[in-house]
């Protein structure tokens, strides 16, 4: 599903280069939950962007469900990545002045559906995540961890294999994002394959499997849980 090999990503920052990813090569199977952990500055939030094709490498092939994604447009790349990825951040990411069945129909406006199917599949989304009576609230009318399940919600909502997820329990305390790692477990238990990015040695653990990084390159298998 995710196959990456000899990425390098460089920022170039008033005239220095800073290194934030060395020849970075792992691969993801379908229907596997891995998780990627590292400390501040290793590289994470770079890496995700590169999977979830918001950002390009300099070198190095990227393949996404078979795609080579080196010679994508910026379009061709929105379409892949609106048909095969779900986002999940730390800071929810909802519009404050849309209620919660009007966030997570957004990407489906995007695809061109049609108003009626729109709120069905909203509202079938928010129902996964144990949120059907929650529906007409703005995220500021509800807790951190209700936000989050909604921002699941609009990343499972056009039906992406991928979920990828980026400190989706880092504005959370331990209770709350022990529901928020439920929900994706029982995700995965359903065949998506999901990649959570993470600094938390615990959250990782409930993984399948984990890569470690630092300073921009991927480590040996941390642990194999399962
Ligand atoms: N747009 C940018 N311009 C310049 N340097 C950047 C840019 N984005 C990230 N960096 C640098 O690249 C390195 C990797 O950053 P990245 O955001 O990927 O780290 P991270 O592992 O996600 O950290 P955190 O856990 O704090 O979110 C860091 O040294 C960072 O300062
Ligand atoms: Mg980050």
New binding site residues.
């Given amino acids: 599903m995710i196959k990456m090999e000899g990425i390098n990503k460089c920022?170039?920052?008033g005239g220095e280069n800073?290194h934030?990813l060395s020849d970075v090569s792992f691969n993801v199977a379908d229907g596997e939950y891995v998780a990627i952990i590292?400390?501040?500055?290793?590289?994470?939030?770079?890496?995700?962007n590169i999977i979830g094709c918001l950002d390009v490498q300099d070198s190095g092939s990227y393949k996404l469900a078979g795609t080579d994604t080196s010679k994508f447009s910026g379009r061709q790349l929105a379409k892949l990545r609106n048909t095969h990825i779900g986002f999940i951040f730390q800071g929810f990411n909802l519009l404050g002045r849309l209620n919660a069945l009007e966030n997570v129909e957004l990407p489906l406006i995007y695809q061109g559906v049609r108003r009626k199917q729109r709120r069905q599949r909203a509202e079938e989304a928010l129902s996964i995540v144990g949120l059907a009576d929650r529906m007409k609230h703005r995220p500021s009318q509800l807790s951190g961890g209700q936000q989050q399940r909604v921002a699941i919600a609009r990343a499972l909502v056009a039906n992406p294999q991928i979920i990828l997820a980026?400190?989706p329990t880092g504005n959370l305390d331990t209770s709350t994002g022990a529901e928020i790692m439920d929900i994706f477990e029982k995700l995965n238990a359903e065949g998506k394959t999901i990649v959570l990015?993470t600094?938390d040695t615990n959250i990782a653990a409930r993984a399948q499997r984990s890569l470690s990084?630092v300073d921009?390159r991927i480590g040996f298998e941390a642990q194999e849980v399962m």
Avoid: N, Q, V, W
């Fill in positions: 920022y170039r920052l800073i934030a590292g400390p501040s500055g290793s590289g994470k939030s770079t890496l995700m980026d400190e990015i600094h990084i921009g």
